[in-house]
């Protein structure tokens, strides 16, 4: 039987009707800038990093919710949209998904050059944003200055709103002067938008696409496709976004590079004119003195190094001019004298677990075909003579997984990861090794963007010392990158005068760190230098201007040292009196 009009279920029902209606009609009533119009939708966006192909800027500004673009992992961040003409902005929609911005801007700017700020927060919530502003310009750029998590900035949508006369207004080309005065140039190049003949795309070369070489990435790189680029020719350009005097080409080459090639300038990405032609390319890293004027630039291959493709690590424009984007800028070199900004000194009495403040514990099986277990701090702690003791010892973890099965050895393995990461400095360390055949000491780092997703080898790695067991009158000092790695790092192995053991006492291994490279030594005698310049030119991109963390560990067995055998013994103890780090 139907409910009588005056059932409570009915008035209920009636007092939601009204309350829906009154909502509806405040809504049809005050709408935030009624008139407006939604202008970023399915327009061109560019960003200055995606986390990777998925996630592209294009998906922020392209009505679809479920499609979002989501940056590299570091501060400052930024995605812009060209409206396509000038434009009065009266508001901004943000929709973040959980990695959003907690301090950012909105900005405007008439060539994508010069910005203006209408919001600013240091406060930012995530969520919905409904930002009221008031600004014009054709470019609308979200600028993020400090992330809420370890993660990067992300989108779902990013709307802008306003009013526009449908005027097309091109970006304006500035008067360019030119300057006998390369100190004056600019990078151009910097987060412009790429276009390739092909890119690759592939376990072997992952979202190598055209924007990787404008990225001041030395890690990431455009490749021409696996599939279908391994032809000639082959080319690549950037679009400088206005038209530039252009004084310097700089190009770091993976192994797949140029013999003959030109570089070439051009106003419209139609029509070229070459200002360098060689048929000789070296490869490596090439820094071209040119002069040639044109918005477009753009490397163009004739004839390729090997059976393989074309590929670039970075391809950077230099001149006056254009509309460059600033580079966040580059780390500053240690202080003169240097300070003492981290250590431990061990000093806690016997039995004490690893400063929880300063080290965590980097326990379960190790790679390059090891055969330890390494605990969850049970097998490292100080013995109260001032020493941090990391003790290899012959036990089987239970459910564990080695070569051959259960992992019949368990050690240590520390690291300052999400303690403490640096760029630049001093490190050194006072240790004394064991002696042993399959044992493999270690202090070491490793780029700190490993623990956001950049894989090994592409985050970098620094070996301070290695020892191996069998060997103990030998150290070695290596780096290791994407061009360079494993058995092909960069490294040198060195001994102890008089041909001394390691294994007889402690000694001091240190580093010293800054832009122009890397300086190993050994109880303060130089025993390696890595020239920066010097690698780059020879061996591939230098990728150690970014922030590292310390390591320490004590394998067993491995690829390098070869298994333990009766001869060993065990336990084995490396003792560490000391760490410590200079900027």
Not at 16 to 30: G, K, R
Not at 43 to 54: D, I, Y
Not at 193 to 214: H, I, K, L
Not at 391 to 400: I, L, M, P, Q, W
Request: with cysteine; glycine share 12%; aromatic share 12%.
């Amino acid at each position: 039987m139907p409910p009588s009009p005056n059932s409570p279920r009915n008035r209920l029902a009636l007092l939601v009707a009204l309350a829906v209606a009154l909502i509806m009609s405040c809504l049809t009533i005050v709408p935030a800038m009624a008139a407006d119009t939604l202008l970023s939708q399915g327009k061109p966006a560019t960003a200055s990093s995606t986390e990777n192909a998925v996630f592209p800027a294009s998906a922020a500004v392209d009505g679809n919710a479920g499609t979002r673009w989501s940056s590299g992992f570091a501060d400052p961040q930024w995605i812009q949209v060209d409206l396509g003409a000038t434009a009065t902005i009266s508001q901004v929609v943000l929709n973040w998904e959980a990695a959003y911005g907690k301090a950012f801007q909105i900005q405007t700017s008439a060539d994508a050059a010069t910005w203006t700020n209408v919001y600013t927060t240091t406060t930012g919530t995530g969520g919905n944003q409904t930002l009221a502003v008031n600004g014009s310009g054709r470019y609308v750029r979200l600028y993020g200055t400090q992330r809420s998590t370890q993660y990067g900035y992300s989108l779902w949508e990013f709307q802008v709103f306003g009013t526009t006369g449908g005027t097309s207004t091109p970006t304006p080309t500035p008067t360019i002067t030119p300057t006998g005065d390369p100190g004056g140039d600019k990078l151009l190049s910097y987060n412009k938008p790429g276009v390739a003949s092909s890119s690759q795309s592939d376990g072997n070369c992952y979202e190598c696409t055209p924007a990787r070489a404008f990225d001041r990435d030395p890690a990431s790189r455009w490749a021409t496709s696996s599939t279908t680029g391994w032809v000639d020719p082959g080319w690549i350009y950037v679009d400088l976004g206005a038209t530039a005097q252009i004084h310097k080409v700089i190009l770091q080459w993976d192994p797949a590079y140029a013999k003959a090639f030109q570089i070439q300038v051009s106003p419209d990405a139609a029509n070229w004119t070459s200002i360098y032609s060689t048929t000789t390319g070296t490869g490596f890293k090439q820094t071209l003195t040119v002069n040639g004027t044109g918005r477009y630039v753009r490397m163009y291959g004739t004839q390729r190094s090997s059976a393989y493709g074309y590929s670039l690590w970075e391809f950077q424009v230099w001149g006056t001019g254009g509309a460059p984007i600033t580079p966040p800028p580059l780390p500053p070199d240690p202080r003169n004298p240097p300070q003492l900004v981290w250590s431990d000194e061990f000093n806690s009495g016997a039995g004490t677990k690893p400063d929880p403040a300063k080290w965590v514990s980097d326990f379960g099986t190790g790679q390059n075909a090891e055969l330890q277990y390494y605990t969850n701090n049970n097998n490292t702690s100080t013995d109260g003579a001032g020493n941090l003791v990391i003790e290899a010892r012959k036990e089987t973890t239970a459910g564990s997984a080695c070569p051959g099965g259960p992992c019949q050895y368990t050690s240590g393995r520390i690291n300052t990861g999400t303690k403490f990461s640096f760029t630049y400095g001093r490190v050194e360390a006072r240790i004394k090794v064991p002696k042993g055949n399959g044992l493999w000491p270690a202090f070491w780092m490793m780029g700190a963007d490993f623990l956001t997703g950049r894989p090994w080898p592409y985050n970098g790695e620094v070996d301070i010392m290695e020892i191996l067991g069998k060997d103990t009158k030998t150290a070695y000092s290596t780096i290791h990158a994407p061009a360079y790695n494993g058995g092909g790092g960069i490294g040198s192995p060195y001994t102890l005068p008089g041909g001394a053991d390691f294994a007889d006492d402690f000694h001091v291994w240190a580093m010293n760190w800054d832009s122009k490279g890397i300086v190993y030594t050994l109880d303060g005698r130089t025993v390696f230098t890595l020239d920066k310049a010097q690698v780059e030119a020879t061996r591939g991109p230098w990728v150690y201007d970014h922030p590292f963390y310390l390591i320490l560990n004590l394998a067993v067995g491995g690829d390098w040292p070869g298994p333990p055998d009766a001869s060993t013994g065990f336990p084995k103890r490396m003792l560490v009196d000391y760490v410590r780090v200079y900027q």
